[in-house]
């Protein structure tokens, strides 16, 4: 009986990423990476230690983050809700955009990744704010 070993990617075969802009999201689309900027943070659901420990403690927030070209409100579960403090600049890894309301919201899973780098020095467009666009699907009959 043979088994197939398939080798781990070295660095050679790993994809560099494809940094985008805030304005270049669209609905429905995943495995973003955008450098944005934190303009507000808005905790609007906490739960605490519930009386069953198989129950897990749950934070909600929501943030507006943006770069130069447009903002858009970003969910932050759990431990990114500390680290999504308003000033901070993050990198935002694999995120795709939710659709809530008709509206699009950015949000990483536990897919990717959210990571806090050094200050961007940029001026955040927050007149081009994506997550005030309402969406409508319609169906087309061919």
């Known amino acids: 009986m043979a088994t197939s070993i398939t080798p781990r990617p070295t660095k050679q075969d790993l994809r560099k990423p494809v940094f985008i802009k805030v304005d270049q999201l669209k609905p429905g689309t995943r495995g973003h990476t955008v450098i944005v900027n934190v303009l507000s943070s808005n905790v609007v659901l906490k739960r605490g230690k519930s009386v069953s420990e198989h129950l897990r403690h749950a934070e909600i ?76 699907l319609v169906t087309v009959v061919e």
């Open 61 to 136: 927030a929501e943030c507006l983050v943006g770069d130069e070209t447009a903002s858009i409100v970003f969910t932050a579960r759990n431990d990114q809700v500390n680290m999504m403090k308003p000033g901070t600049t993050v990198i935002l890894r694999n995120a795709k955009i939710d659709m809530f309301k008709g509206c699009m919201r950015l949000a990483v899973d536990k897919w990717g990744r959210v990571e806090v780098t050094e200050p961007a020095n940029t001026v955040i467009n927050e007149d081009n704010n994506l997550s005030l666009i309402e969406y409508e």
